[in-house]
């Protein structure tokens, strides 16, 4: 069945960097955008941006713009979000979201999530 | 920072129809298509309505989307007890040239 499968909690200190994957099966991996949106506890959802895994070409919300790098493994079919110069307000569960190919802007299949908290 | 404005809360009885709303600007809502997603405590986003309103395959028909110049709408007919979730609008905003969601609506059955 099509899922993404994403990597386990981490605990990071500030200023420290992260490194979250999603894993695809059940489909053409590079046939589809995949999304990355985060939320904070108790807060609502925040997109991050957006990369086509069949080239590589990345789309970055002006928010995290040089802090974000979104990559991807077509040989493992995973994608990665890396987030920089962490801070405490980035505590949040971070989920990958496979989008749709009809409308590249909405997310059908997403991911169990990744909670990454920040504490010194 | 959400863009769009959705009411914090909504509520109904079982059988009940709900409708939550959507209120967006010109750069969003008013050029671009709208996405709703429910989201069950403890769990991941759900595509609910995609491009204004249509429901993917398995979402059941109770749930309708609809927009209006820079506004949009969920309806929920026939609540039942599973709807109980937090509910989320989003649309492609095009200063921002990014997505943005909705402030979310809790929906509680009594």
Same mark, same amino acid.
């Given at each position: 069945?099509?899922?993404?499968?994403?990597?386990?909690?981490?605990?990071?200190?500030?200023?420290?960097?992260?490194?979250?994957?999603?894993?695809?099966?059940?489909?053409?991996?590079?046939?589809?955008?995949?999304?990355?949106? +985060?939320?904070?506890?108790?807060?609502?959802?925040?997109?991050?941006?957006?990369?086509?895994?069949?080239?590589?070409?990345?789309?970055?919300?002006?928010?995290?713009?040089?802090?974000?790098?979104?990559? +991807?493994?077509?040989?493992?079919?995973?994608?990665?979000?890396?987030?920089?110069?962490? +801070?405490?307000?980035?505590?949040?569960?971070?989920?990958?979201? +496979?989008?749709?190919?009809?409308?590249?802007?909405?997310?059908?299949?997403?991911?169990?999530?990744?909670?990454?908290?920040?504490?010194? | 920072?959400?863009?769009?404005?959705?009411?914090?809360? =909504?509520?109904?009885?079982?059988?009940?129809?709900?409708?939550?709303?959507?209120?967006?600007?010109?750069?969003?809502?008013?050029?671009?298509?709208?996405?709703?997603?429910?989201?069950?405590?403890?769990? =991941?986003?759900?595509?609910?309505?995609?491009?204004?309103?249509?429901?993917?395959?398995?979402?059941?028909?109770?749930?309708?989307?609809?927009?209006?110049?820079?506004? !949009?709408?969920? =309806?929920?007919?026939?609540?039942?007890?599973?709807?109980? =979730?937090?509910?989320?609008? !989003? !649309?492609?905003?095009?200063?921002?040239?990014?997505?943005?969601?909705?402030?979310?609506?809790?929906?509680?059955?009594?």
């Amino acid at each position: 069945q099509v899922q993404l499968v994403q990597s386990g909690a981490e605990v990071k200190k500030p200023g420290a960097s992260v490194k979250v994957s999603c894993k695809a099966s059940g489909y053409t991996f590079t046939s589809y955008y995949m999304h990355w949106v +985060r939320q904070a506890p108790g807060q609502g959802l925040e997109w991050m941006g957006i990369i086509n895994p069949s080239g590589g070409s990345t789309s970055y919300a002006q928010k995290f713009q040089g802090r974000v790098t979104m990559t +991807r493994d077509t040989s493992t079919s995973t994608v990665y979000m890396e987030l920089s110069s962490l +801070r405490s307000e980035d505590t949040a569960v971070y989920y990958c979201a +496979r989008a749709l190919q009809l409308a590249i802007d909405a997310f059908d299949i997403w991911g169990q999530g990744t909670m990454v908290t920040v504490s010194s | 920072q959400s863009v769009l404005t959705q009411p914090p809360s =909504a509520s109904g009885t079982p059988g009940q129809r709900v409708t939550i709303s959507c209120s967006g600007s010109s750069s969003n809502i008013g050029s671009n298509t709208v996405n709703w997603y429910q989201q069950l405590p403890g769990t =991941a986003p759900k595509l609910l309505i995609y491009s204004n309103n249509q429901r993917p395959s398995g979402v059941p028909d109770r749930f309708s989307g609809s927009k209006s110049g820079t506004s !949009a709408s969920l =309806a929920i007919s026939g609540l039942q007890s599973e709807d109980e =979730a937090d509910y989320y609008c !989003a !649309a492609w905003d095009d200063s921002l040239n990014g997505q943005v969601f909705g402030t979310g609506t809790k929906v509680t059955v009594l």
